[in-house]
């Protein structure tokens, strides 16, 4: 039988805050993860590990931790043969996919990566960036860069860079001419934990409360009454692909309507809604939206 408790690697640095709250969000709370690389969780049947995302994807392949949270770009730059459970759409600054770029200094009279023949790259996703160079046949010479790789534009040829908006780039007066790869965060698992009944069927819960975490983000719910013979004109108004639960008041002339919505359009609806005879309208966040 094997053990009844599931080894979980979260991010340090970076994701660490953000990986926290989204837990958080998803019901599970954590503690001491600022002083410890060991935070609680309070849930037994989990022990936590806080790495560097980095080193995420090794620990996982080689069974030291059951499953992990690490970026897509650290798993292929490792090439950790792991099981990819799924994609988790939240990053420190958006919720968009962060891009590894080939950036130079603006005055640089490089256009294009061929433009590079020869040079000198400096990054921290060596690995990648070597099969990307050698996916177009340009021969350069890739130096592991520790941390600050932007600085060190001016002394190389070009260099690699993770960005998710660019404004760090643009702010040390850099200009991306490629991107070498795009990263979304991914929760990964050991190929032994995975075909563990308790382990696999532990990750995959943990997968279905984060997706529904991260999907309550852009959602908000909505409750109003409307007489029943108004009904139609709310409808119209709602989103059409909408199912609304509708439900029976006490006055029997009244009836209340309930939908998900997505938060953009919640200031342009309610104001509608008011307009067409709606009342007792409440808007609430969500903790979680499961499909």
Same mark, same amino acid.
């Given at each position: 039988?094997?053990?009844?408790?599931?080894?979980?690697?979260?991010?340090? !640095?970076?994701?660490?805050?953000?990986?926290?709250?989204?837990?958080?969000?998803?019901?599970?709370?954590?503690?001491?993860?600022?002083?410890?690389?060991?935070?609680? @969780?309070?849930?037994?049947?989990? /022990?936590?590990?806080?790495?560097?995302?980095?080193?995420? &994807?090794?620990?996982?392949?080689? !069974?030291?931790?059951?499953? !992990?949270?690490?970026?897509?770009?650290?798993?292929?730059?490792?090439?950790?043969?792991?099981?990819?459970?799924?994609?988790?759409? +939240?990053?420190? $600054?958006? &919720?968009?996919?962060? /891009?590894?770029?080939?950036?130079?200094?603006?005055?640089?009279?490089?256009? =294009?990566?061929?433009?590079?023949?020869?040079?000198?790259?400096?990054?921290?996703?060596?690995?990648?960036?070597?099969?990307?160079?050698?996916?177009?046949?340009?021969?350069?010479?890739?130096?592991? &860069?520790?941390?600050?790789?932007?600085? =060190?534009?001016?002394?190389?040829? !070009?260099?690699?860079?993770?960005?998710?908006?660019?404004?760090?780039?643009?702010?040390?007066?850099?200009?991306?001419?490629?991107?070498?790869?795009?990263?979304?965060?991914?929760?990964?698992?050991?190929?032994?934990?995975?075909?563990?009944?308790?382990? /696999?069927?532990?990750?995959?819960?943990?997968?279905?409360?984060?997706? $529904?975490? @991260?999907?309550?983000?852009?959602?908000?719910?909505?409750?109003?009454?409307? =007489?029943?013979?108004?009904?139609?004109?709310?409808?119209?108004?709602?989103?059409?692909?909408?199912?609304?639960?509708?439900?029976?008041?006490?006055? &029997?002339? +009244?009836?209340?309507?309930?939908?998900?919505?997505?938060?953009?359009?919640?200031?342009?609806?309610?104001?509608?809604?008011?307009?067409?005879? $709606?009342?007792?309208?409440?808007? +609430?966040?969500?903790?979680?939206?499961?499909?």
């Amino acid at each position: 039988m094997s053990e009844q408790v599931l080894k979980l690697g979260i991010p340090a !640095g970076s994701l660490q805050k953000a990986t926290i709250e989204l837990f958080n969000k998803a019901g599970f709370h954590i503690l001491d993860s600022g002083r410890s690389y060991l935070p609680r @969780i309070d849930d037994e049947q989990i /022990r936590l590990t806080m790495l560097r995302a980095q080193e995420m &994807s090794k620990y996982v392949a080689d !069974g030291v931790l059951d499953a !992990g949270i690490t970026g897509y770009d650290w798993i292929m730059e490792n090439a950790s043969d792991v099981v990819d459970v799924c994609e988790l759409a +939240y990053s420190k $600054a958006t &919720s968009n996919p962060a /891009r590894w770029v080939l950036a130079v200094p603006d005055e640089s009279l490089v256009a =294009k990566p061929e433009d590079l023949q020869a040079g000198l790259i400096a990054t921290e996703l060596v690995n990648v960036t070597k099969k990307y160079f050698a996916d177009k046949d340009i021969k350069v010479r890739v130096e592991f &860069s520790w941390g600050a790789t932007e600085v =060190k534009a001016g002394l190389v040829d !070009g260099i690699v860079e993770l960005t998710e908006t660019g404004a760090s780039l643009r702010a040390n007066d850099l200009r991306i001419i490629d991107a070498v790869i795009t990263s979304t965060t991914r929760l990964i698992a050991n190929k032994k934990s995975w075909q563990d009944k308790f382990k /696999r069927e532990k990750i995959e819960n943990i997968s279905i409360l984060l997706n $529904a975490a @991260i999907e309550a983000r852009s959602k908000v719910g909505l409750k109003l009454n409307i =007489k029943k013979d108004g009904l139609e004109s709310i409808l119209k108004i709602l989103p059409a692909e909408k199912s609304p639960t509708i439900s029976s008041l006490a006055d &029997s002339d +009244y009836i209340a309507v309930e939908v998900i919505i997505d938060d953009t359009i919640e200031r342009s609806i309610v104001p509608a809604l008011k307009r067409a005879g $709606a009342s007792g309208i409440i808007t +609430y966040p969500l903790n979680k939206v499961i499909h």
